[in-house]
């Protein structure tokens, strides 16, 4: 019981109530990467990647490539995992990059010469009669473009930017505040002094306001 817990856990999706023994039966994995969707200029050549992973091994593996869900564009077979994948298959324009005797079981593809209407879904299915015939597919998305425009790195640069920016300006603020505390404090301190020294020129002041008043006395009276 414990073995099956698990092992279903290990396939989280198939983990649902009553799938355990599915989740058990298909330990074939497929993968097309940690991101779903490619970006290609108009006329070059694209890699759609795809790698899957077995648990108890694989003989005579079929995998295909599919466009839009139902146009084959790719049809292989492996023998052993000690083989290179035979070619049953393919579109003119699709060139096998992978490689399965290396650790990983890599089954990417290469589409030559994108044109606009190559954009779509690409879906790489598996199927492994070792495993009772288990299969499973994953999709990638390729998207054409005229130019690259790397927005990614675009809201990238421009957050880095602002937040940069605003830190910046923290920090200028900060130093701002303590350069004008710094001299009010000082100013404050002058004044004290200033204040101290004026006392003392207070009574000259008065002393000249007096010699005024002394000096304005005449003429009034
Ligand atoms: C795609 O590229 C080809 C060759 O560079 C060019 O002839 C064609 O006009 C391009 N298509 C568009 C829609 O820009
Ligand atoms: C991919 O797998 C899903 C189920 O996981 C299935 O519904 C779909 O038909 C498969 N697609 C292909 C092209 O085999
Ligand atoms: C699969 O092979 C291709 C061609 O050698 C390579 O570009 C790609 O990075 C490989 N993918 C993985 C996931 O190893
Ligand atoms: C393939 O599918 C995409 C959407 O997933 C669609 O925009 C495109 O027109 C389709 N291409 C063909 C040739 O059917």
């Not at 003119?92 to 992978?98: A, D, I, N, Q, T």
């Not at 199927?127 to 130019?147: F, G, S, Y």
């Not at 927005?151 to 303590?178: A, E, S, Y």
């Not at 000096?215 to 009034?220: E, L, N």
């Amino acid at each position: 019981m414990r073995g099956d817990k698990a092992l279903a856990s290990l396939s989280a999706p198939l983990s649902l109530p009553g799938l355990h023994i599915l989740a058990i039966a298909f330990t074939l994995e497929v993968s097309v990467g940690k991101t779903n969707t490619v970006t290609a200029l108009n006329n070059s050549n694209v890699l759609l990647p795809c790698t899957f992973t077995t648990c108890i091994g694989f003989q005579d593996l079929v995998f295909k490539w599919y466009f839009n869900t139902t146009e084959l564009i790719y049809h292989g077979k492996i023998k052993t995992k000690a083989t290179e994948p035979t070619l049953v298959w393919k579109n003119p324009r699709v060139e096998f990059v992978g490689s399965t005797t290396k650790k990983e079981n890599n089954i990417s593809i290469v589409l030559n010469g994108v044109e606009f209407s190559d954009a779509g879904k690409y879906t790489c299915h598996v199927k492994n009669p070792k495993e009772r015939n288990a299969q499973h597919n994953a999709t990638i998305i390729l998207t054409v473009v005229h130019k690259m425009v790397e927005t990614d790195n675009t809201v990238t640069l421009i957050i880095v930017g602002v937040v940069g920016g605003l830190i910046g300006l923290l920090i200028l603020f900060m130093l701002i505040k303590r350069v004008v505390l710094f001299i009010i404090k000082k100013t404050q301190d002058g004044k004290k002094e200033c204040l101290v020294s004026s006392s003392g020129n207070d009574n000259t002041e008065n002393g000249l306001a007096g010699s005024k008043a002394e000096q304005k006395a005449p003429p009034k009276a």
